[in-house]
């Protein structure tokens, strides 16, 4: 019995196996992003060991097992002595049975423990199953969070309410430039400048006061230099309550860039769109409405800002253009455009009513969300009226330059003919002016090169000045005159055929000359006459008077009748006195023949052929008058320049034709004269017809016919000699 109650004391005696349980470590970097799930949510950390955590719940199978086997050991020892005695009279077998009584209580017990033992087993090891399911899935769990945190382009972490690192990712360190498990336990004191630093914790401090979630914006450096970040920032929850912040940063930089480049641009656009001083606007191009306008837009159609925004474009078109606006507008703004598109002109409707033309340049653009379309306004109607005005006057021009005498010809600034008229096609000898537009001037004009024509060319272009020469262009055998007129690099010439007016320069020259020498024969002529008087009146006359001067002193100093004698002085003298008179009057006739101032042109010919020596020298003379002739005058002027031309003519044909017959016919009347002198002599030669120095007779007779605005005509007759005809219309005296 002593054996049974030892053993049995010893086995009760042994304590109850207990599972051990293990206290939750500091999560591992790997760990680290699956702490926290959702904001105020926390997940369990993963274990040390792979043995699930033991807690009071799970040790109350033992204590059920431990307080059985307490009972019925109690119950054995109490009762286990009194029912083997019932059971057993026989004192042999009942001391046996004391013996065994032991050993059954152990049998018994070991068997109810084992099988309590089994069932406790069977189910702490479906719970541990059960947990350690749930463990592996946390653990999945936690990889795919701080996988999805480490692949994240955002910062992500959370702080405890000291504002210490308990969780950070990859693109966190990168930003700090620290390792992560370096950050754990950290401040961002510890990472960033005093001023930044403060500035973020004041607001991580006021987020978890007030416990709600914002977004912020911060400047930050980092490793990277200046950054900005976005961040959402809140709370950071668990069962107790706030226990800190969490939040994701993502750097914004190139962001905030970006919209402030898109800011100034804005600011730009709105400059230049509202002080454009053209019209602009710009229109929704699914219904071409208005979706914004300009202040010149506004002052150009009259219509208002709020108006304009009312409206749709074909609002601005005249009522005739409408039908169908919308179509060619569709077509025209929706079509792709990479630049700027120019079109029109397109008629538009003040709101006064007055309609203008304008272009409309334009591109495609997005506004506010929407496909629209900008356009800057040009309005064209002076512009066109210009335009036709120019077109008309270019019209004009061109039509003036065809029309005029004068060849005119352009080149432009590769020396290229742009322009010719009609008069430049001829001149160089081609069908059309055409034919003549971009060749090289001095293919046109070969001859001209290194002549006057090209210098003067050179020195328009080079000074910008106009230049005008004259010389004589040998392939046209002409004498030119070029004027020629800069216009940037483009030179306008006229060419003008002035051989003519040399031909005439040359005659004035020869006239000129000509009448210097007739001048200094008037002038010798005046001064042979002043001295043929002069000596006549002292050689004869004077000499006559003196004779009759001394014959009648003699009469006077010897009175008698003998003095009265048809030889006596006073005879003597009177003969002389009659001399002298007759002296006088041949002088004046050879002057101013008497007849001709009192009986008129007629008599005065009539009266110079019958004293000419013609006769003499057996020359047939015949005047030959009209039958209105007779008794008709002219004036002084005309009847002595007309006597004075048939002087010299008849003496050119008695002198030098070597004729053997002079006619002179006068004819007209009261209002006309016409005398004509013409001989059968050899002729007068070419070069005498002008006249020539040296030959001033026919130059006489030309300047005495132009001084009484008479025509002359001196040319060879048809049958031979010299025929001078003299022609005018007179007023009646």
């Known amino acids: 019995?002593?054996?049974?109650?030892?053993?049995?004391?010893?086995?009760?005696?042994?304590?109850?196996?207990?599972?051990?349980?293990?206290?939750?470590?500091?999560?591992?970097?790997?760990?680290?992003?699956?702490?926290?799930?959702?904001?105020?949510?926390?997940?369990?950390?993963?274990?040390?060991?792979?043995?699930?955590?033991?807690?009071?719940?799970?040790?109350?199978?033992?204590?059920?097992?431990?307080?059985?086997?307490?009972?019925?050991?109690?119950?054995?020892?109490?009762?286990?002595d009194a029912l083997v005695e019932l059971l057993f009279e026989n004192i042999e077998l009942l001391a046996a049975a004391q013996a065994w009584k032991g050993l059954l209580f152990v049998l018994v017990t070991t068997?109810?423990?084992?099988?309590?033992?089994?069932?406790?087993?069977?189910?702490?090891?479906?719970?541990?199953?059960?947990?350690?399911?749930?463990?592996?899935?946390?653990?999945?769990?936690?990889?795919?969070?701080?996988?999805?945190?480490?692949?994240?382009?955002?910062?992500?972490?959370?702080?405890?309410?000291?504002?210490?690192?308990?969780?950070?990712?990859?693109?966190?360190?990168?930003?700090?430039?620290?390792?992560?498990?370096?950050?754990?336990?950290?401040?961002?004191?510890?990472?960033?400048?005093?001023?930044?630093?403060?500035?973020?914790?004041?607001?991580?401090?006021?987020?978890?006061?007030?416990?709600?979630?914002?977004?912020?914006?911060?400047?930050?450096?980092?490793?990277?230099?200046?950054?900005?970040?976005?961040s959402i920032k809140g709370p950071l929850r668990d069962e107790t309550g706030t226990i800190g912040v969490f939040g994701m940063a993502r750097d914004i930089t190139d962001m905030v860039t970006v919209r402030r480049q898109l800011q100034e641009s804005e600011k730009r656009y709105r400059l230049l769109f509202e002080n454009n001083p053209q019209p602009m606007w710009v229109l929704d191009l699914e219904t071409l409405e208005f979706l914004a306008v300009n202040d010149a837009a506004v002052a150009h159609y009259g219509y208002s800002r709020d108006e304009f925004l009312s409206m749709r474009l074909p609002v601005v078109a005249p009522p005739d253009l409408v039908n169908g606006l919308e179509r060619i507008m569709e077509a025209k703004l929706k079509a792709p455009s990479v630049a700027h598109q120019v079109t029109g002109p397109w008629p538009h409707r003040l709101k006064d009513g007055r309609v203008i033309d304008v272009e409309i340049t334009g591109r495609n653009i997005e506004f506010e969300g929407r496909s629209a379309r900008i356009g800057l306004i040009n309005d064209v109607t002076a512009k066109q009226r210009v335009e036709l005005e120019r077109d008309a006057a270019h019209r004009l021009l061109q039509d003036v330059l065809s029309r005029v005498t004068d060849a005119f010809v352009s080149a432009g600034p590769d020396q290229r003919l742009v322009y010719a008229n009609d008069?430049?096609?001829?001149?160089?000898?081609?069908?059309?002016?055409?034919?003549?537009?971009?060749?090289?001037?001095?293919?046109?004009?070969?001859?001209?090169?290194?002549?006057?024509?090209?210098?003067?060319?050179?020195?328009?272009r080079e000074s910008g000045r106009s230049e005008v020469v004259e010389d004589w262009y040998q392939p046209w055998g002409l004498w030119l005159e070029v004027r020629l007129y800069p216009a940037g690099d483009h030179v306008a010439g006229y060419i003008t055929d002035i051989t003519a007016r040399k031909q005439a320069e040359h005659e004035l020259q020869q006239s000129k000359a000509t009448l210097s020498d007739l001048s200094q024969r008037l002038m010798a002529q005046e001064r042979f006459t002043t001295r043929r008087i002069a000596q006549s009146l002292h050689d004869q006359l004077g000499q006559q008077l003196s004779s009759a001067r001394l014959y009648l002193d003699v009469a006077m100093a010897r009175p008698g009748p003998a003095q009265n004698a048809a030889s006596g002085p006073l005879a003597k003298a009177s003969g002389m006195l009659d001399s002298a008179i007759a002296h006088v009057r041949d002088v004046l006739r050879e002057m101013r023949p008497p007849l001709l101032e009192d009986q008129g042109l007629a008599a005065a010919l009539d009266n110079e052929l019958r004293a000419s020596p013609a006769s003499d020298l057996g020359l047939a003379v015949e005047l030959e008058l009209g039958t209105s002739v007779r008794g008709i005058r002219w004036t002084d002027a005309v009847e002595y320049a007309a006597f004075m031309i048939a002087r010299e003519a008849i003496g050119n044909a008695v002198r030098h034709a070597q004729a053997t017959r002079v006619r002179v016919s006068l004819d007209g009347d009261a209002g006309h004269l016409r005398m004509r002198i013409e001989d059968n002599g050899k002729g007068i030669e070419d070069d005498d017809l002008q006249g020539r120095p040296g030959h001033l007779g026919i130059v006489g007779m030309r300047e005495r016919a132009a001084a009484i605005g008479a025509d002359l005509l001196v040319e060879r007759g048809a049958a031979g000699g010299t025929v001078v005809e003299l022609t005018r219309e007179v007023a009646t005296p």
Request: aromatic share 8%; glycine share 6%; with cysteine.
């Open 423 to 460: 008069r430049a096609a001829r001149l160089v000898g081609v069908a059309s002016p055409q034919d003549m537009l971009g060749h090289i001037v001095w293919d046109v004009f070969p001859d001209s090169r290194g002549t006057r024509f090209e210098a003067a060319y050179w020195r328009a």
């Open 1 to 80: 019995m002593a054996l049974v109650a030892q053993a049995s004391s010893r086995w009760c005696a042994r304590p109850i196996p207990s599972r051990k349980t293990t206290r939750p470590r500091r999560p591992s970097n790997s760990e680290n992003g699956a702490a926290f799930g959702t904001a105020g949510t926390p997940v369990p950390t993963m274990p040390s060991t792979h043995t699930p955590p033991m807690s009071a719940s799970s040790f109350a199978p033992f204590g059920r097992v431990v307080a059985g086997y307490g009972v019925v050991a109690v119950l054995w020892i109490l009762w286990s």
């Open 111 to 230: 068997g109810l423990l084992f099988l309590f033992l089994r069932r406790v087993h069977a189910r702490m090891q479906r719970l541990a199953e059960v947990e350690l399911e749930a463990l592996r899935r946390e653990a999945q769990t936690a990889a795919l969070l701080q996988a999805w945190m480490d692949s994240s382009p955002d910062a992500i972490f959370a702080k405890d309410r000291q504002g210490r690192y308990l969780l950070v990712n990859q693109e966190t360190e990168r930003m700090v430039g620290k390792g992560v498990t370096p950050m754990l336990g950290l401040r961002i004191q510890d990472l960033l400048p005093v001023e930044q630093a403060d500035k973020i914790w004041e607001d991580e401090r006021r987020i978890m006061r007030e416990g709600r979630i914002e977004t912020l914006e911060y400047e930050v450096d980092t490793s990277e230099g200046r950054r900005t970040f976005n």
